[in-house]
Structures are given as structure tokens and as C-alpha cells.
């Protein structure tokens, strides 16, 4: 008892309590935002090369990762492009030239103080010849004193044999202007230091810069400059027409000098190359390649490779922990904000939500939670589906065959069309959250459940959730199709997988939805028009058992079956349900059934030998003992709360008028003699308490006329009307005028008039007046009672009698 006691407001709590409700709609957004994010935790990892993977990494983003190979390969690419850096001295032969004027001027310049022809020694008288000879000894000295001086201008060494060639010429000027001219011939062709090394360039060619000028310019012909060998063998060539009027020795002198001042005025600047190619490196970016959302980065049971380490590096990197834990709060807050939402706006108001409001919440969050991981597992399969066969469709083709229009057939099948409406939107958000927040999944979801809802609606058949799978396909075809063309992917391949994965995901849906529904059905306590179809097979076991043990009760609530299967249908109501309500709403009968009129064939009325106050408990054990059964025998919440409530809280008006009488009034407490109730919460169990009233008392008609009739229909309803137990049914007084007529309907053509059968049979052989038996007068039939008794044994007993 005490168990009892407490077990019935525990249970109430459980479905009934606010609290409940939150700690589900917490619960949900949890698991969802864990879902989402399954590797929110991998800054927490430490791997190196060659440890392996406690559990899959995937990418919660799109990030770039560097590819040091080939960025170092474009950056060496990009260094070898530069040309060699060649500075062009175009001022060098000018420089030789100036110097070579300033050595023979300053030791000519001897020769030209003692020039008689002088402006310095015009007015002195000529000297004698010994004094001459003094001079020139004099002047011999100071330029061999001023050989050095002479070298220094020059540049170079001057042996004896060669200076002494040069005095006796007194230095002529011809000398360095030659010398001057071969050099300018020369180095404008250009003289470079070492030409092997300049010709390994030839391909690509150099970069000339003139030194002067800070001009550059690419140069490709490179064999046509002299090597510092070529331009010392070209003094001759170029400077035998130029010194045929010379002596020998001069010739020789001045070849000899030419030579000794030629040096390279094309030198190679191997500071500014290098510069220049490190300019190129360093300007050429990181050569990055893209890891898509969701790509797996660490598989769980795998060693961890180089690259494998590279991306999780850089994922952490790129990734920071503020925003991270930003996005978390953010996709859990949407969730939880979407849930109630629906919940305080849409869901609570619906009739069949909130019979049982927490139960049917918990189902929304299974359902949600469940495709929520179906969406979140099957991209990862399909990797690795795709690394162990040839084949590999693009990942965002996969996601069109993802079955999540199931859920809204599901939801629809058990919680009604309404319901699984406003969860669509639900399912589409959360699939879109996990996928990367892409519109385009959110919109081919959503479509794809709501019509999927709607073709799943009112289904009596489970080959109609095939159908509906069917549909779904070429549904999910046609926008697979749709959002290629909005998404610019329009190639024929990609568009091939989507609209294949497309139909397999709507194919799917239904197979799921057949597979599920079974399952939610023992789970949750559910039952689908499907079930109701089974139970209103009459074979049933409970059905049988009320056939043989009550066969009143069995024909009453045949009748009323059918009663309210008809109003149903006029009202709009579901006539499935009522049906089903009608056949099981009596059930309790069972355990006393004798104690019931339409049961008692016969046989004394057992109620007469009792009070009445143990009467009415008797009838009113009926429903609780009616639920009992319903529960063992899993006939689902629907028909037992029609059981419950097809009473109402009316009154047992008989048995209570008897009390008064036995008692009187002030005795009685009238509450002892009422159903316990609740009154009918659904227009299907109103129809139910309609009819049960309606169609016990059509059998206390002596003279069932259709008036008759009609006049009783009419006074019951208003009875039941007035007394308020409509009131929590939502049935109008427009229902109850077709209610009505439809119960008027169906009376009628159960107690219509039939025709009377006479008991005497005309002859085939005898006379027939005009041809026809029926106009023929019948004969008195001779009493055989007495020949009966009579003959005793010879006779069949009466049929029917006992």
C-alpha cells in the first residue's frame, strides 16, 4: 500500500514537472554543443612522431597550412631566377688616358724649360757648347730622378730599357695618345676577368649595370667580350695600322704599355647578387593549402606522421582559445534559445504535446540528439570509405544522403503534423551548426522534412512511409539540382553525386522511419495509426475474451465503434482513434460482467440484493479495472486515457436517486455516486462518452422510431452537454449537430422495421393464385405440440434452449 501511495504522485512529478522539463532542455543543449564541437579539446593533446592517436581530430574549421617543401623550393626557384649583377666601368679608358697625358706631361715638361724657342729663355744669349753639354747632363738626371714620379702617374712599372726608349724620344705625345686610343678601342668592347665563368650565364643572360650612369640592362650576347687574355692579344690586331709609323721599339713600347694598363672594366658584384637573390626569397609568400571543415587530422589508432603533427600545429596556432570557447557559448545559447522558444510558444499549446508534456519532450530531444550524431558520424565514415576503396565522392555530396527527414516522419507519426513542423526547423538549424553553418544544408533539410511530414501525415499503411520515402528522393533530387545551380557547382560529375546521394538519403528516410518506429513505439509508449489498425482487428485477444465472457458489452462496444468512427469523420476528428477508443472503452467489463444489464440474460439483476453504494462502485471499478488491462495489455496512452475518461465525472443518477430513497438526500453524499473522471480531454473519447450514452439507452426503446430515436439522441447530448462534460473536448456546437445526426443515422439503420416472417410454409405443389405465392391465402397450420411430446426423442430440441 505504501508503495502505492507514493508511486502515483512520483510518476506525476517525473511527467508532469517543470523541473524535469529544464533538466531536459539543459541535458539537450549539452550533449548537442559536445556533438559539435568533438575535438574542442585539442590543445589538450600532446603527440610527436610516432605516438598513437587516443581519438579522431577532425577540423572545426577551415585553416591553411604552410608546405615548407614546395615554399622552399618556389623560393629557390625565385633566387636562381635572378640574373648576375655585372657592373660595366665605362669610365676606365678615360682614367687610363688622363693618366698617361699627366706621367709624359710631367717629364716632358723637362725637355720644354730648355726649349730655346721658350717664352722663359727668348731674351738670354745663346750658350756655348760646353754649357750644353752641361744642360743635358743636367736634364738627363732629373728625369732619371723622375722616373718614380713618372710610374706613379702611370700606374704601373717602367724598366730601365723602356724609360731610356721613352728619353730618347724626349716623350713624345704620339705615344700616349696611341696607347690612349688602343685602350679606348679595347675596354669599350669590354674586358671581363674571368669569361668562363661569365659564359655559364649565357642562357639566361646578366644584368649590366653601368657604374656612371646607375643604368642596368640585360645583356645575352656575352661571347663578343674579351677575356682579360683576348684583349692583351687584340692590342696587336687593333694597333698595327695605328703604329706603322713607328720604329720598332716604339712599337714595342707601346704594345708593351697598352697591354700592362688593360684591366677588366666588367667585374661581376657578387654582394649585390646575392642581395638581390635574397630579396627574391624573401618576397615570394608561404605557398599555404587549404584544410576544409570536418577533414579528419588525426585518426584514432593511428602513429602520428610528420604532416599529421604539422596540421595539428598549425590548427593550434591558428585557432584561439577566446573565439573557441566564444563559439561554444554562442552554438549552445542558439540551441537552447530554439528549444524554448518552440516549447513556451508552439509546443505547449498543442492539445496532443501536453498530455504528456515531458515525455513527449524527452522524445523530441532523443530524436534531435540522435540525427544530430547521425550528421556528425557520416562525414567521417565516408572518409574513410573513400581512403579504402577507388572511389571518392566530394564530402558535401554525402551530406545530401543523410536520412534527416526520417526525424520529421517520426515526429510526425507519434506527435501529429504541428509538431513535426516546428521540429524541422529545428533539425535544419542544428544540422546546419554542425555542418559548418552552411545555408544551403539548412535550407535542403528544412524542405525536405516539411514535405516529408506532410506525406507521412494521417499513415494507415506502412507501405505509405516507403511511398513517402520515394518522394522524399526525387524531392531531394530537386534541390540537390537547385542549390548546385545557386552554388555555381554545375559540373557534371559533382552534380551526379549529389543528386545519387540525394536519392539514396529519401530511400533512406523511409527505411529508417520503418525501422525506428517500432522501437519509440515500446520505448516511449507511442502508438501509430498503424497500431490502431492492428488493434481494431476484432481477432484481438481481449476482443475475443469480451466476445465470450461479456457478449453484451462486446456488441455494445461494436456498436459504439462504429458510432463514432461515422461522427468522426464528419467532425474531422480521427475516426481511427475514435474507432479503436470504442472497441476497448468497456473492456473493464470483464472482471464482473454479470453485474452489467446488457450482460444479464435471464437470470436475476445481482444489484438488487446489494446497497446501492456498493453498486455504484462496482460500476465505476469498471474503468480502473478497464485501465488495468489496457496497460498489460500495451493497447498505448491514447485508449487508456479514452478509457478514463469516457465517463467523465458524471453521475451514477440511478443508484444515487435509490440512496436517496433508502437514506435520504441528507445521507447521501452525491460524489460516492460519480466517475472519478477526468473529463474527456480529446474530441475522440467526447465522441466515445456520446455514443455510450446514446447507444445504452436506443435499447430501452419499446418502439425504436427514427422520431423516437432522434428525439433520444438530441435529449442525451444536451444532457451531457449541460451537465459540462464537454467541456475540455474542444467540441463545438456545430460537431455536436453533426454528431447528431450521424448517431441518428446509424441507430436508425440498426432498429429499423423489418417485415414479419409467417410461420407457415405454402406448398410447391398446391395452386398459385395469378401466378405469384406471396397473393395466395396461407392455411392453418395443424398444432403438432402434442405429436411432439408425443414421439419424445424422434424430434430436435428447440434451437437456442436448453
Same mark, same amino acid.
Given at each position: 500500500m505504501n508503495m502505492k501511495k507514493y508511486k502515483e504522485p512520483l510518476t506525476d512529478f517525473v511527467c508532469n514537472s517543470t523541473c524535469i522539463r529544464w533538466i531536459i532542455l539543459i541535458s539537450v543543449t549539452l550533449m548537442f554543443t559536445v556533438l559539435n564541437y568533438p575535438n574542442l579539446v585539442i590543445t589538450k593533446h600532446s603527440y610527436s612522431i610516432g605516438d598513437v592517436v587516443e581519438r579522431d581530430i577532425k577540423a572545426p574549421k577551415d585553416f591553411f597550412i604552410e608546405d615548407s617543401t614546395a615554399t622552399e623550393q618556389k623560393r629557390r626557384q625565385a633566387a636562381e631566377s635572378v640574373l648576375t649583377v655585372y657592373d660595366h666601368d665605362t669610365t676606365l679608358s678615360d682614367k687610363l688616358a688622363r693618366n698617361l697625358d699627366e706621367a709624359f706631361s710631367l717629364v716632358r715638361s723637362v725637355y720644354d724649360s730648355d726649349d730655346p724657342s721658350s717664352p722663359e729663355n727668348s731674351t738670354e744669349a745663346p750658350a756655348e757648347s760646353t754649357g750644353d753639354t752641361e744642360s743635358n747632363l743636367s736634364n738627363h738626371n732629373q728625369?732619371?730622378?723622375?722616373?718614380?714620379?713618372?710610374?706613379?702617374?702611370?700606374?704601373?712599372?717602367?724598366?730601365?730599357?723602356?724609360?731610356?726608349?721613352?728619353?730618347?724620344?724626349?716623350?713624345?705625345?704620339?705615344?700616349?695618345?696611341?696607347?690612349?686610343?688602343?685602350?679606348?678601342?679595347?675596354?669599350?668592347?669590354?674586358?671581363?676577368?674571368?669569361? !668562363?665563368? &661569365? /659564359?655559364? $650565364?649565357?642562357?639566361?643572360?646578366?644584368?649590366?649595370?653601368? %657604374?656612371?650612369?646607375? *643604368?642596368?640592362?640585360? +645583356?645575352?650576347?656575352?661571347?663578343?667580350?674579351?677575356?682579360?687574355?683576348?684583349?692583351?692579344?687584340?692590342?696587336?690586331?687593333?694597333?698595327?695600322?695605328?703604329?706603322?709609323?713607328?720604329?720598332?721599339?716604339?712599337?714595342?713600347?707601346?704594345?708593351?704599355?697598352?697591354?700592362?694598363?688593360?684591366?677588366?672594366?666588367?667585374?661581376?658584384?657578387?654582394?649585390?647578387?646575392?642581395?638581390?637573390?635574397?630579396?627574391?626569397?624573401?618576397?615570394?609568400?608561404?605557398?599555404?593549402?587549404?584544410?576544409?571543415?570536418? !577533414?579528419? &587530422? /588525426?585518426? $584514432?589508432?593511428?602513429?602520428?606522421?610528420?604532416?599529421?603533427? %604539422?596540421?595539428?600545429? *598549425?590548427?593550434?596556432? +591558428?585557432?584561439?582559445?577566446?573565439?573557441?570557447?566564444?563559439?561554444?557559448?554562442?552554438?549552445?545559447?542558439?540551441?537552447?534559445?530554439?528549444?524554448?522558444?518552440?516549447?513556451?510558444?508552439?509546443?505547449?499549446?498543442?492539445?496532443?504535446?501536453?498530455?504528456?508534456?515531458?515525455?513527449?519532450?524527452?522524445?523530441?530531444?532523443?530524436?534531435?540528439?540522435?540525427?544530430?550524431?547521425?550528421?556528425?558520424?557520416?562525414?567521417?565514415?565516408?572518409?574513410?570509405?573513400?581512403?579504402?576503396?577507388?572511389?571518392?565522392?566530394?564530402?558535401?555530396?554525402?551530406?545530401?544522403?543523410?536520412?534527416?527527414?526520417?526525424?520529421?516522419?517520426?515526429?510526425?507519426m507519434f506527435l501529429g503534423i504541428d509538431v513535426a513542423m516546428a521540429f524541422s526547423i529545428l533539425i535544419a538549424t542544428g544540422s546546419a551548426i554542425i555542418l559548418q553553418n552552411r545555408f544551403e544544408v539548412f535550407i535542403y533539410v528544412l524542405l525536405s522534412c516539411l514535405m516529408a511530414a506532410y506525406w507521412i501525415h494521417h499513415c494507415q499503411q506502412r507501405k505509405m512511409i516507403i511511398q513517402a520515402g520515394l518522394k522524399i528522393s526525387v524531392l531531394n533530387m530537386v534541390l540537390a539540382i537547385v542549390i548546385n545551380t545557386y552554388s555555381g557547382n554545375i559540373s557534371s560529375l559533382k552534380l551526379l553525386w549529389d543528386t545519387?546521394?540525394?536519392?539514396?538519403?529519401?530511400?533512406?528516410?523511409?527505411?529508417?522511419?520503418?525501422?525506428?518506429?517500432?522501437?519509440?513505439?515500446?520505448?516511449?509508449?507511442?502508438?501509430?495509426?498503424?497500431?490502431?489498425?492492428?488493434?481494431?482487428?476484432?481477432?484481438?485477444?481481449?476482443?475475443?475474451?469480451?466476445?465470450?465472457?461479456?457478449?453484451?458489452?462486446?456488441?455494445?462496444?461494436?456498436?459504439?465503434?462504429?458510432?463514432?468512427?461515422?461522427?468522426?469523420?464528419?467532425?474531422?476528428?480521427?475516426?481511427?482513434?475514435?474507432?479503436?477508443?470504442?472497441?476497448?472503452?468497456?473492456i473493464g467489463k470483464i472482471k464482473k460482467p454479470l453485474y452489467f444489464i446488457e450482460n444479464q440474460i435471464n437470470c436475476k439483476n445481482k444489484h438488487d440484493k446489494l446497497a446501492p453504494s456498493m453498486s455504484s462502485l462496482i460500476l465505476i471499478s469498471h474503468v480502473k479495472d478497464g485501465v488495468e488491462i489496457a496497460k498489460k495489455y500495451k493497447l498505448g496512452q491514447s485508449i487508456t486515457d479514452a478509457i478514463k475518461q469516457h465517463h467523465g465525472n458524471s453521475l451514477i443518477s440511478f443508484f444515487y436517486e435509490k440512496a436517496k430513497q433508502l437514506k435520504g438526500k441528507e445521507a447521501v453524499n452525491i460524489d460516492n455516486y460519480r466517475y472519478p473522471g477526468p473529463r474527456p480531454q480529446t474530441r475522440e473519447a467526447g465522441l466515445v462518452m456520446l455514443a455510450d450514452v446514446v447507444e445504452a439507452a436506443s435499447r430501452t426503446l419499446e418502439n425504436p422510431t427514427p422520431a423516437r430515436i432522434q428525439g433520444l439522441v438530441q435529449k442525451l447530448i444536451n444532457k451531457i452537454f449541460s451537465d459540462g462534460q464537454l467541456d475540455d473536448c474542444e467540441l463545438t456546437l456545430k460537431d455536436l449537430h453533426l454528431i447528431a445526426k450521424s448517431f441518428h443515422t446509424i441507430l436508425n439503420g440498426i432498429h429499423h422495421h423489418r417485415i414479419e416472417y409467417t410461420e407457415s410454409i405454402v406448398p410447391i405443389t398446391g395452386k398459385v393464385k395469378d401466378g405469384h405465392t406471396d397473393k395466395q391465402q396461407p392455411k392453418q397450420t395443424p398444432d403438432t405440440s402434442g405429436d411432439d411430446q408425443k414421439k419424445g426423442q424422434s424430434h430436435l430440441k428447440r434451437l437456442g434452449l436448453s
Amino acid at each position: 500500500m505504501n508503495m502505492k501511495k507514493y508511486k502515483e504522485p512520483l510518476t506525476d512529478f517525473v511527467c508532469n514537472s517543470t523541473c524535469i522539463r529544464w533538466i531536459i532542455l539543459i541535458s539537450v543543449t549539452l550533449m548537442f554543443t559536445v556533438l559539435n564541437y568533438p575535438n574542442l579539446v585539442i590543445t589538450k593533446h600532446s603527440y610527436s612522431i610516432g605516438d598513437v592517436v587516443e581519438r579522431d581530430i577532425k577540423a572545426p574549421k577551415d585553416f591553411f597550412i604552410e608546405d615548407s617543401t614546395a615554399t622552399e623550393q618556389k623560393r629557390r626557384q625565385a633566387a636562381e631566377s635572378v640574373l648576375t649583377v655585372y657592373d660595366h666601368d665605362t669610365t676606365l679608358s678615360d682614367k687610363l688616358a688622363r693618366n698617361l697625358d699627366e706621367a709624359f706631361s710631367l717629364v716632358r715638361s723637362v725637355y720644354d724649360s730648355d726649349d730655346p724657342s721658350s717664352p722663359e729663355n727668348s731674351t738670354e744669349a745663346p750658350a756655348e757648347s760646353t754649357g750644353d753639354t752641361e744642360s743635358n747632363l743636367s736634364n738627363h738626371n732629373q728625369i732619371l730622378q723622375m722616373k718614380e714620379a713618372f710610374e706613379g702617374k702611370l700606374g704601373l712599372p717602367v724598366n730601365d730599357g723602356a724609360y731610356k726608349v721613352l728619353e730618347k724620344e724626349r716623350f713624345p705625345k704620339e705615344i700616349p695618345q696611341l696607347i690612349a686610343q688602343l685602350l679606348a678601342d679595347i675596354l669599350d668592347n669590354g674586358v671581363v676577368s674571368n669569361k !668562363e665563368l &661569365l /659564359l655559364k $650565364e649565357a642562357d639566361k643572360g646578366i644584368t649590366l649595370r653601368n %657604374l656612371e650612369s646607375k *643604368s642596368e640592362k640585360t +645583356q645575352f650576347l656575352l661571347k663578343h667580350l674579351y677575356s682579360l687574355d683576348q684583349s692583351k692579344a687584340m692590342v696587336r690586331i687593333i694597333g698595327q695600322p695605328l703604329m706603322k709609323e713607328l720604329n720598332y721599339n716604339l712599337r714595342n713600347l707601346v704594345v708593351d704599355f697598352t697591354q700592362s694598363l688593360i684591366q677588366p672594366n666588367i667585374t661581376m658584384n657578387r654582394s649585390e647578387t646575392e642581395e638581390r637573390k635574397k630579396q627574391a626569397a624573401g618576397a615570394v609568400k608561404p605557398i599555404l593549402y587549404q584544410i576544409k571543415a570536418g !577533414e579528419m &587530422l /588525426l585518426r $584514432e589508432g593511428e602513429r602520428v606522421t610528420e604532416m599529421q603533427l %604539422l596540421k595539428l600545429g *598549425s590548427l593550434q596556432d +591558428q585557432i584561439n582559445q577566446n573565439q573557441m570557447v566564444a563559439n561554444v557559448i554562442g552554438a549552445a545559447g542558439i540551441i537552447l534559445c530554439l528549444f524554448n522558444i518552440f516549447y513556451f510558444v508552439y509546443f505547449s499549446h498543442q492539445k496532443e504535446f501536453n498530455t504528456q508534456p515531458n515525455k513527449n519532450l524527452l522524445f523530441i530531444a532523443t530524436i534531435f540528439i540522435l540525427f544530430c550524431f547521425i550528421t556528425e558520424i557520416v562525414p567521417s565514415y565516408s572518409i574513410s570509405f573513400n581512403r579504402a576503396t577507388e572511389f571518392s565522392p566530394h564530402m558535401s555530396s554525402v551530406i545530401f544522403g543523410i536520412p534527416l527527414a526520417s526525424s520529421s516522419m517520426l515526429i510526425c507519426m507519434f506527435l501529429g503534423i504541428d509538431v513535426a513542423m516546428a521540429f524541422s526547423i529545428l533539425i535544419a538549424t542544428g544540422s546546419a551548426i554542425i555542418l559548418q553553418n552552411r545555408f544551403e544544408v539548412f535550407i535542403y533539410v528544412l524542405l525536405s522534412c516539411l514535405m516529408a511530414a506532410y506525406w507521412i501525415h494521417h499513415c494507415q499503411q506502412r507501405k505509405m512511409i516507403i511511398q513517402a520515402g520515394l518522394k522524399i528522393s526525387v524531392l531531394n533530387m530537386v534541390l540537390a539540382i537547385v542549390i548546385n545551380t545557386y552554388s555555381g557547382n554545375i559540373s557534371s560529375l559533382k552534380l551526379l553525386w549529389d543528386t545519387g546521394f540525394a536519392f539514396l538519403g529519401g530511400v533512406g528516410s523511409g527505411i529508417v522511419t520503418l525501422g525506428l518506429a517500432p522501437l519509440i513505439e515500446v520505448a516511449f509508449g507511442f502508438t501509430t495509426e498503424i497500431t490502431f489498425l492492428e488493434l481494431a482487428n476484432l481477432e484481438r485477444p481481449i476482443l475475443r475474451r469480451l466476445m465470450i465472457e461479456a457478449p453484451g458489452t462486446y456488441h455494445h462496444s461494436v456498436v459504439v465503434g462504429t458510432m463514432v468512427e461515422a461522427a468522426a469523420a464528419e467532425i474531422g476528428a480521427n475516426s481511427l482513434l475514435a474507432k479503436v477508443c470504442g472497441y476497448y472503452h468497456d473492456i473493464g467489463k470483464i472482471k464482473k460482467p454479470l453485474y452489467f444489464i446488457e450482460n444479464q440474460i435471464n437470470c436475476k439483476n445481482k444489484h438488487d440484493k446489494l446497497a446501492p453504494s456498493m453498486s455504484s462502485l462496482i460500476l465505476i471499478s469498471h474503468v480502473k479495472d478497464g485501465v488495468e488491462i489496457a496497460k498489460k495489455y500495451k493497447l498505448g496512452q491514447s485508449i487508456t486515457d479514452a478509457i478514463k475518461q469516457h465517463h467523465g465525472n458524471s453521475l451514477i443518477s440511478f443508484f444515487y436517486e435509490k440512496a436517496k430513497q433508502l437514506k435520504g438526500k441528507e445521507a447521501v453524499n452525491i460524489d460516492n455516486y460519480r466517475y472519478p473522471g477526468p473529463r474527456p480531454q480529446t474530441r475522440e473519447a467526447g465522441l466515445v462518452m456520446l455514443a455510450d450514452v446514446v447507444e445504452a439507452a436506443s435499447r430501452t426503446l419499446e418502439n425504436p422510431t427514427p422520431a423516437r430515436i432522434q428525439g433520444l439522441v438530441q435529449k442525451l447530448i444536451n444532457k451531457i452537454f449541460s451537465d459540462g462534460q464537454l467541456d475540455d473536448c474542444e467540441l463545438t456546437l456545430k460537431d455536436l449537430h453533426l454528431i447528431a445526426k450521424s448517431f441518428h443515422t446509424i441507430l436508425n439503420g440498426i432498429h429499423h422495421h423489418r417485415i414479419e416472417y409467417t410461420e407457415s410454409i405454402v406448398p410447391i405443389t398446391g395452386k398459385v393464385k395469378d401466378g405469384h405465392t406471396d397473393k395466395q391465402q396461407p392455411k392453418q397450420t395443424p398444432d403438432t405440440s402434442g405429436d411432439d411430446q408425443k414421439k419424445g426423442q424422434s424430434h430436435l430440441k428447440r434451437l437456442g434452449l436448453s
